[in-house]
């Protein structure tokens, strides 16, 4: 088996940590949706879940075709130390990826409060996602591989997409979770003024 390059093994790096993202943010989706009772943002997590498992898939044949194994997390070293040590930690992370549902469902008190909770962390997520793609992109670019900067960048602007959703779709759930947990005596509201209009003054001669 021939030897991988400097740039591959780099692109490699970066591509399983990328899978590794993908991975988790699968199975907090799957978590979250269970949780999520508001329609346009459940359809929308359901429609992002399908993007997120295609993410997984398209990463994982790019790091196939670059001559790499797919893993959560990608631990460089020397034989055969990186090997135990990528196994010990790639089942660390996902035995911590399967536990973050059960405490999720844990999440806030009341049932807008957990919705809000699981945006924000949805939002952060996105946000290490792009962050990732952004890197890989760049790599790509410089490496002149073309294949790999046009995935990362295909996928980078979804990630963006779900993230513009989720800026818009906190403060309403904020919103909904006052609402529901605040007393309405302590959410004034902007009404208009009922204060009398001034009569028009009379220019004097």
Same mark, same amino acid.
């Given at each position: 088996m021939a030897e991988l390059s400097a740039g591959s093994t780099k692109l490699i790096q970066y591509l399983n940590e990328a899978y590794g993202l993908e991975k988790r943010l699968e199975t907090a989706l799957h978590a979250h949706l269970a949780m999520t009772t508001k329609a346009s943002y459940k359809k929308r997590l359901k429609e992002h879940l399908s993007e997120t498992k295609r993410h997984g898939r398209e990463v994982k044949q790019r790091i196939?075709?670059?001559?790499?194994?797919?893993? *959560?997390?990608? #631990?460089?070293?020397?034989?055969?130390?990186?090997?135990? +040590?990528? +196994?010990?930690?790639?089942? #660390?992370?996902? #035995?911590?990826a399967f536990a973050q549902g059960p405490l999720h469902a844990l999440r806030g008190t009341g049932e807008q409060e957990k919705q809000l909770k699981n945006a924000k962390t949805e939002y952060t997520s996105e946000s290490e996602e792009i962050a990732t793609y952004t890197a890989i992109e760049t790599l790509a670019e410089t490496l002149g591989d073309k294949d790999t900067?046009?995935? +990362?960048?295909?996928?980078?602007?979804?990630?963006?997409?779900?993230?513009?959703?989720?800026?818009?779709?906190?403060? !309403?759930? *904020?919103?909904?979770? +006052?609402?529901?947990?605040?007393?309405?005596?302590?959410?004034? *509201?902007?009404?208009?003024?009922?204060?009398? !209009?001034?009569?028009?003054?009379?220019? !004097?001669?």
């Open positions: 196939k075709a670059l001559g790499g194994t797919a893993e *959560t997390v990608s #631990a460089p070293g020397p034989e055969p130390i990186a090997d135990a +040590a990528q +196994a010990v930690l790639s089942g #660390a992370q996902k #035995a911590v900067q046009r995935l +990362a960048r295909i996928i980078r602007r979804e990630e963006e997409r779900m993230r513009a959703f989720l800026e818009k779709e906190i403060p !309403r759930l *904020t919103k909904a979770a +006052a609402k529901e947990e605040v007393p309405a005596s302590e959410r004034p *509201t902007t009404r208009a003024k009922t204060t009398s !209009r001034q009569k028009p003054r009379r220019n !004097r001669q």
